[in-house]
């Protein structure tokens, strides 16, 4: 079955910098999604990639498609079930292809989405997954991974679990998210962070964060952070401050041009936000994360000065926030975006938050319907919640132009998704296969901004067996100097 769509052509910048990927269904009518020009040179000299590697992508390669697809400028995927997520092109069941000088890809019994969008997640610590499997935010969290295991971080520790949460993200299709960072105990380790981000090849938000101890230099070093690594608008990587709700922090980052990223927004610290609405200081764009149990008055706050909401349904429930506010943010007319937060405790891959958020909303109006209420907001459908975790994570993260949905001129960050598998088959309904039944193992091939970063369920130049090592080594160091008693049994 073949679906006419109208796309439009693609404007005549979309073919600067690097490969282009399209997706539509006639040559005439091509969707093209582009590549970051400042993209290209970053990725030759990457110090966890090896010949190794790159002999091991190779052998597994042995069509040698996937070098086609790394040297050629135009890349055609064909034959994939096309979720654009973008409501005015609309989606389409198979896409032909008449192919010129391009690099096709043949995505039969594959989804086609974009990529992931986390809003937030404490990257650096990917050394401490599962550390703190069963904790609660208080005592358990605070005590253990903020006053105790976090203050032993050395640089090299931050690079690693950045670098080491950055793969996985993108291993399990998370092409985009908000390093909500809170480690930057020196200007280094700031700058270890931002390596490591830069590395991986991820899209990010570096949400510049404070740290512990004497040499911490937050919030002014943002301004040394900005002029080093985030003068040019053209990269994977932009620039927010991150901030728990405090008038002369938001002062501060209203002085430089940055957006908040607002961490505890509850209704323990609702009469601050309020404040600072009342100064002022709120801004279009700024992200507000968790708001879990605020009043009205703060929902239509947060609605009327155009705020980004970052919801970690799995964390919340699990770890004792509160109740996730899906349902809150939509009766304002607010439609969240989804994040991991921390995988010390839960897994960040986007499936899980996107299941949690699906399964926990319907919970919560079925048991109001079940207690004979009237009337009551729509049950959310597989496609909201997709459209959570793509488009409204872009508009969260600032990078609505750029990502979260297959628009032509937008960036190419696609996730292909394996369908024809013995979880998955046979496929009747997209949307409801990727939301309610695949799993990181049904992420195939994963392209940002135009570059293949896994291929065919690997990722692509990445010494995996190195990383691994380096971050158990960090792991181990972080352990020793803080003292913290793992417990791999318990
Ligand atoms: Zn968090």
Same mark, same amino acid.
């Given at each position: 079955?073949?679906?006419?769509?109208?796309?439009?052509?693609?404007?005549?910048?979309?073919?600067?910098?690097?490969? #282009?990927?399209?997706?539509?269904?006639?040559?005439?009518?091509?969707?093209?999604?582009?590549?970051?020009?400042?993209?290209?040179?970053?990725?030759?000299?990457?110090?966890?990639?090896?010949?190794?590697?790159?002999?091991?992508?190779?052998?597994?390669?042995?069509?040698?498609?996937?070098?086609?697809?790394?040297?050629?400028?135009?890349?055609?995927?064909?034959?994939?079930?096309?979720?654009?997520?973008?409501?005015?092109?609309?989606?389409?069941?198979?896409?032909?292809?008449?192919?010129?000088?391009?690099?096709?890809?043949?995505?039969?019994?594959?989804?086609?989405?974009?990529?992931?969008?986390? &809003?937030?997640?404490?990257?650096?610590?990917?050394?401490?997954?599962?550390?703190?499997?069963?904790?609660?935010?208080?005592?358990?969290?605070?005590?253990?991974?903020?006053?105790?295991?976090?203050?032993?971080?050395?640089?090299?520790?931050?690079?690693?679990?950045?670098?080491?949460?950055?793969?996985?993200?993108?291993?399990?299709?998370?092409? &985009?998210?908000?390093?909500?960072?809170? +480690?930057?105990?020196?200007?280094?380790?700031?700058?270890?962070?931002?390596?490591?981000?830069?590395?991986?090849?991820?899209?990010?938000? /570096?949400?510049?964060?404070?740290?512990?101890?004497?040499?911490?230099?937050?919030?002014?070093?943002?301004?040394?952070?900005?002029? &080093?690594?985030?003068?040019?608008? #053209?990269?994977?990587?932009?620039?927010?401050?991150?901030?728990?709700?405090?008038?002369? +922090?938001?002062? /501060?980052?209203?002085?430089?041009?940055?957006?908040?990223?607002?961490?505890?927004?509850?209704?323990? &610290?609702?009469?601050?936000?309020?404040?600072?609405?009342?100064?002022?200081?709120?801004?279009?764009?700024?992200?507000?994360?968790?708001?879990?149990?605020?009043?009205?008055?703060?929902?239509?706050?947060? !609605?009327?000065?155009?705020?980004?909401?970052?919801?970690?349904?799995?964390?919340?429930?699990?770890?004792?926030?509160?109740?996730?506010?899906?349902?809150?943010?939509?009766?304002?007319?607010?439609?969240?975006?989804?994040?991991? #937060?921390?995988?010390? *405790?839960?897994?960040?891959?986007?499936?899980?938050?996107?299941?949690?958020?699906?399964?926990?909303?319907?919970?919560?109006?079925?048991?109001?319907?079940?207690?004979?209420?009237?009337?009551?907001?729509?049950?959310?459908?597989?496609?909201? +919640?997709?459209?959570?975790?793509?488009?409204?994570?872009?508009?969260?993260?600032?990078?609505?132009? !750029?990502?979260?949905?297959? *628009?032509?001129?937008?960036?190419?960050?696609?996730?292909?998704?394996?369908?024809?598998?013995?979880?998955?088959?046979?496929?009747?309904?997209?949307?409801?296969?990727?939301?309610?039944?695949?799993?990181?193992?049904?992420?195939?091939?994963?392209?940002?901004?135009?570059?293949?970063?896994?291929?065919?369920?690997?990722?692509?130049? +990445?010494?995996?067996?190195?990383?691994?090592?380096?971050?158990?080594?960090?792991?181990?160091?972080?352990?020793?100097?803080?003292?913290?008693?793992?417990?791999?049994?318990?």
């Amino acid at each position: 079955m073949r679906h006419d769509h109208p796309m439009k052509p693609a404007t005549s910048d979309a073919c600067c910098g690097g490969p #282009d990927v399209s997706l539509a269904p006639a040559p005439s009518r091509r969707a093209l999604l582009t590549a970051s020009a400042g993209l290209a040179a970053g990725a030759a000299a990457l110090p966890f990639l090896s010949d190794s590697a790159r002999a091991q992508a190779a052998g597994a390669n042995a069509d040698g498609l996937l070098a086609q697809v790394q040297g050629r400028r135009r890349i055609l995927l064909k034959g994939g079930v096309v979720l654009t997520l973008d409501r005015g092109i609309g989606d389409f069941a198979q896409v032909a292809i008449s192919s010129d000088d391009a690099a096709v890809i043949d995505a039969t019994n594959r989804i086609v989405v974009p990529g992931f969008v986390d &809003t937030h997640h404490h990257f650096y610590q990917g050394l401490l997954r599962s550390i703190l499997t069963n904790g609660l935010l208080n005592p358990d969290y605070s005590r253990d991974i903020g006053n105790t295991l976090t203050p032993a971080y050395a640089p090299a520790d931050a690079y690693a679990g950045v670098l080491v949460t950055a793969l996985g993200m993108i291993d399990m299709g998370t092409t &985009t998210a908000v390093d909500t960072s809170q +480690v930057s105990h020196t200007p280094e380790h700031s700058d270890a962070c931002i390596r490591a981000l830069q590395e991986s090849g991820m899209r990010a938000v /570096y949400a510049y964060w404070r740290g512990s101890g004497p040499d911490m230099r937050y919030p002014q070093d943002i301004v040394r952070l900005r002029r &080093t690594y985030f003068s040019s608008q #053209d990269q994977l990587l932009t620039l927010a401050l991150g901030a728990v709700l405090d008038t002369n +922090v938001f002062t /501060y980052a209203r002085e430089v041009g940055v957006h908040c990223v607002s961490h505890g927004v509850s209704n323990n &610290t609702e009469r601050t936000l309020l404040e600072l609405g009342r100064a002022g200081l709120l801004r279009p764009g700024d992200e507000y994360i968790h708001c879990t149990h605020l009043s009205d008055t703060a929902w239509r706050l947060l !609605k009327d000065t155009g705020a980004r909401i970052s919801i970690a349904a799995p964390i919340e429930m699990a770890m004792g926030h509160g109740l996730p506010p899906i349902q809150a943010a939509l009766d304002h007319g607010i439609r969240p975006s989804l994040s991991s #937060d921390v995988d010390a *405790t839960m897994a960040q891959d986007p499936f899980t938050i996107m299941r949690a958020a699906f399964t926990l909303q319907r919970l919560m109006l079925l048991q109001r319907a079940r207690g004979g209420e009237q009337n009551l907001p729509p049950l959310l459908t597989c496609r909201d +919640v997709l459209e959570f975790a793509t488009i409204e994570g872009a508009r969260c993260a600032g990078l609505e132009s !750029k990502v979260g949905t297959l *628009t032509p001129g937008k960036e190419a960050d696609i996730v292909m998704l394996t369908a024809d598998r013995l979880n998955v088959w046979p496929l009747n309904n997209a949307p409801g296969a990727v939301v309610n039944v695949m799993n990181p193992s049904n992420v195939d091939t994963v392209f940002i901004a135009g570059k293949v970063k896994k291929w065919r369920g690997n990722l692509v130049d +990445v010494d995996a067996a190195r990383v691994l090592r380096v971050v158990q080594e960090a792991r181990d160091a972080v352990v020793r100097r803080s003292g913290f008693q793992m417990n791999l049994l318990g």
